[in-house]
């Protein structure tokens, strides 16, 4: 099956910095979403994104697929961006999507 | 309506139980899918229905039989489980087919926390 990496598996920022979260994958995919789960469990879908770059406010990704990976950039960081960054992959638009370990967040005022 | 909605959010019960948790999308979502989580690990997934049919059943034992009874609704029954079975369970949904210009994230509900005691 796809292995799915994350990098780096922890994070500590100052509040307002910048960062970069990548996600390294083993096969192609046509499935790539990146999430972030909060302190109390939710997941929140932040991008689906299997190829190309996508902006969100002060979240932006961009996915290689021919190079089999994909970054998160998230710009003047806040407390609540807290948490762990998930990367999920899978071959189609439903089927068998994993995630990757994460990367656990944590912003400091 | 943009929400996935699950029930109970917290649940205790005893290795000869019996219960069922519930899972509930009105945003015309046609893939429905469960995971299960434990303590700083990512989700893992168990099951995907697609189209109210069960596509994909990652080896979960038998003491765990999803039901999906209508496009908006999918349950999880659990009997004689293990305390090892504790955990978050995460119900997702999402689109399936594929169009130019939809989106096909997942959006999960808020999880049940369930203990076996």
């Known amino acids: 099956g796809i292995q799915v990496e994350q990098s780096p598996p922890d994070l500590i920022l100052q509040e307002g910095a910048n960062s970069t979260l990548r996600c390294n994958f083993s096969d192609s995919v046509n499935n790539l979403q990146w999430f972030h789960q909060n302190p109390w469990g939710q997941l929140i879908n932040l991008f689906y994104i299997p190829s190309g770059t996508k902006q969100n406010g002060r979240l932006s990704a961009t996915t290689v697929a021919t190079e089999r990976y994909s970054l998160l950039y998230i710009s003047s960081s806040q407390t609540t961006d807290s948490g762990v960054y998930f990367c999920?992959?899978?071959?189609?638009?439903?089927?068998?999507?994993?995630f990757g370990p994460g990367t656990s967040l944590s912003v400091i005022p | 309506d943009t929400e996935v909605t699950q029930t109970p959010k917290h649940l205790v019960m005893g290795m000869t139980n019996k219960k069922s948790l519930k899972c509930e999308q009105h945003?015309?979502?046609?893939?429905m899918y469960w995971y299960k989580q434990k303590a700083k690990k990512p989700p893992e997934l168990m099951f995907v229905?697609?189209?109210?049919?069960?596509?994909i059943n990652e080896s979960v034992p038998s003491r765990f039989s999803p039901e999906c009874p209508n496009s908006s609704l999918l349950n999880l029954h659990l009997h004689a489980l293990q305390p090892e079975d504790s955990a978050l369970y995460l119900c997702?949904?999402?689109?399936?087919?594929?169009?130019?210009?939809?989106?096909?994230?997942?959006?999960f509900g808020s999880g049940t926390r369930l203990t076996v005691v």
């Open positions: 997702a949904s999402s689109q399936v087919l594929r169009t130019a210009h939809s989106n096909y994230g997942y959006t």
């Open positions: 945003m015309g979502h046609r893939a």
């Open positions: 999920a992959v899978g071959k189609t638009s439903y089927d068998k999507v994993i």
């Open positions: 229905y697609s189209y109210e049919k069960l596509s």
